[in-house]
C-alpha cells in the first residue's frame, strides 16, 4: 500500500466526497419531494449514492475510484459555480454562501489531485500497463 505524503490532503479529498454525496442524496430527496423535475432529483441521488462508495474505495487505493471521484466533484464544482445564482434565488441565501459550495468542492478535488501520485502504481495501473 501507498503511503501518502500529505495524509491531511487525502483524507479532507475523500471527506468531501462523501459529504458532498450525502448532501446530494438529500437534495433530492427534497428536490423530489418538493415537486421539482424527476430528472434533477434522480440524478441527484444517483450521485449521492456514488460519490460516498467512490470515496470509500477511492480511500483504499482503487485507481479507477479516485479518478471517478474527481471527475465527478469537477463537474458538481462547475455546475454548481454556474448555477449559484439560481441556487441562491431558491434558498434566499446570499451569493457568497452559495459560491461556498463550488469552492468547497474545489478544494476537495485539489486534495484529491495532491495524493495523486499514491495511485500510481496501484493494481488497475500494473494491469493497465501490462496490456501495452
Same mark, same amino acid.
Given at each position: 500500500? *501507498?503511503?501518502?505524503?500529505? *495524509?491531511?490532503?487525502?483524507?479532507?479529498g475523500?471527506?468531501?466526497?462523501?459529504? @458532498?454525496?450525502? @448532501?446530494s442524496?438529500?437534495?433530492?430527496?427534497?428536490?423530489l419531494?418538493?415537486?421539482?423535475?424527476?430528472? %434533477?432529483? @434522480?440524478?441527484?441521488?444517483?450521485?449521492?449514492?456514488?460519490?460516498?462508495?467512490?470515496?470509500?474505495?477511492?480511500?483504499?487505493?482503487?485507481?479507477?475510484?479516485?479518478?471517478?471521484?474527481?471527475?465527478?466533484?469537477?463537474?458538481?464544482?462547475?455546475?454548481? %459555480?454556474?448555477?449559484?445564482?439560481?441556487?441562491?434565488?431558491?434558498?434566499?441565501?446570499? %451569493?457568497?454562501?452559495?459560491?461556498?459550495?463550488?469552492?468547497?468542492?474545489?478544494?476537495?478535488?485539489? @486534495? %484529491?489531485?495532491?495524493?495523486?501520485?499514491?495511485?500510481?502504481?496501484?493494481?488497475?495501473?500494473?494491469?493497465?500497463?501490462?496490456?501495452?
Amino acid at each position: 500500500m *501507498p503511503t501518502s505524503q500529505m *495524509p491531511e490532503a487525502r483524507i479532507a479529498g475523500h471527506v468531501v466526497g462523501g459529504v @458532498a454525496g450525502v @448532501a446530494s442524496f438529500v437534495g433530492g430527496i427534497s428536490a423530489l419531494m418538493h415537486g421539482m423535475t424527476p430528472v %434533477l432529483g @434522480a440524478t441527484m441521488l444517483i450521485i449521492g449514492v456514488l460519490l460516498p462508495v467512490l470515496a470509500l474505495f477511492s480511500f483504499n487505493y482503487s485507481r479507477v475510484a479516485w479518478s471517478f471521484l474527481n471527475s465527478i466533484m469537477i463537474v458538481m464544482a462547475l455546475v454548481t %459555480l454556474f448555477g449559484s445564482p439560481k441556487v441562491r434565488n431558491m434558498l434566499h441565501i446570499p %451569493l457568497g454562501a452559495a459560491m461556498a459550495i463550488p469552492f468547497v468542492l474545489l478544494v476537495g478535488v485539489v @486534495a %484529491l489531485m495532491v495524493v495523486a501520485n499514491d495511485y500510481r502504481g496501484t493494481e488497475s495501473q500494473k494491469s493497465q500497463n501490462a496490456a501495452r
